[in-house]
T-cell receptor, first 110, second 113 residues
Framework: LAKTTQPISMDSYEGQEVNITCSHNNIATNDYITWYQQFPSQGPRFIIQ???TKVTNEVASLFIPADRKSSTLSLPRVSLSDTAVYYCLVGESGTYKYIFGTGTRLKVLA | DTEVTQTPKHLVMGMTNKKSLKCEQH?????MYWYKQKAKKPPELMFV???????INESVPSRFSPECPNSSLLNLHLHALQPEDSALYLC????????????FGPGTRLTVT
């Protein structure tokens, strides 16, 4: 099962673009990469998922290079309400087994 | 309805008590999960039910006993817990193996005294 590594914390200012990178060197061929957001005392919330290249939805973009050994979550123009912990997960192919990374605590400053 | 509900929100129990946590979803999801989360740590997978059958048990102590009475309900029965079992217990559901998008409930904050 691929282990993920993320920065422990990041600070940003409102209106800036934030990029959070996750390293997953041992990712398997069929594994997908998923990102979740979690606010204090709440359950995680799905943000985005991808397999390769680039995926974009209404809240974020996910960039995955060709070797898939890392991925970058991009949050455009963050606001104070984006202050949360962001988790990168690599899903084990063919099972329901997902291991959360250590998470990145993002603090958005006014 | 994209909501996963969990009851109770808070639970305080002694080490000799027996209690249960409940989780419910009405999204037609066929996989349901229990996670344990300690403060400032990521959620740790405990159990996975797939089509109402236990699919994954991450070597969880037997004092935690999961149950899936039907496709919408998931219980976690607790007995003889230890203070170190105090944590936020999260339930989640997903469509199936082809979707890695899990929907999480708000969790039950458990304190073992």
């Amino acid at each position: 099962l691929a282990k993920t590594t993320q920065p422990i914390s990041m600070d940003s200012y409102e209106g800036q673009e934030v990029n959070i990178t996750c390293s997953h060197n041992n990712i398997a061929t069929n594994d997908y990469i998923t990102w979740y957001q979690q606010f204090p005392s709440q359950g995680p919330r799905f943000i985005i998922q991808g397999y390769k290249t680039k995926v974009t939805n209404e809240v974020a973009s996910l960039f995955i290079p060709a070797d898939r050994k890392s991925s970058t979550l991009s949050l455009p123009r963050v606001s104070l309400s984006d202050t949360a912990v962001y988790y990168c997960l690599v899903g084990e192919s063919g099972t329901y087994k997902y291991i959360f990374g250590t998470g990145t605590r993002l603090k958005v400053l006014a | 309805d994209t909501e996963v509900t969990q009851t109770p929100k808070h639970l305080v129990m002694g080490m000799t008590n027996k209690k249960s946590l409940k989780c419910e979803q009405h999204m037609g999801h066929r996989a349901m999960y229990w996670y344990k989360q300690k403060a400032k740590k990521p959620p740790e997978l405990m159990f996975v039910y797939s089509y109402e059958k236990l699919s994954i048990n991450e070597s969880v102590p037997s004092r935690f006993s999961p149950e899936c009475p039907n496709s919408s309900l998931l219980n976690l029965h607790l007995h003889a817990l230890q203070p170190e079992d105090s944590a936020l217990y999260l339930c989640a559901s997903s469509q199936g193996q082809t979707s890695h998008e899990q929907y999480f409930g708000p969790g039950t904050r458990l304190t073992v005294t």
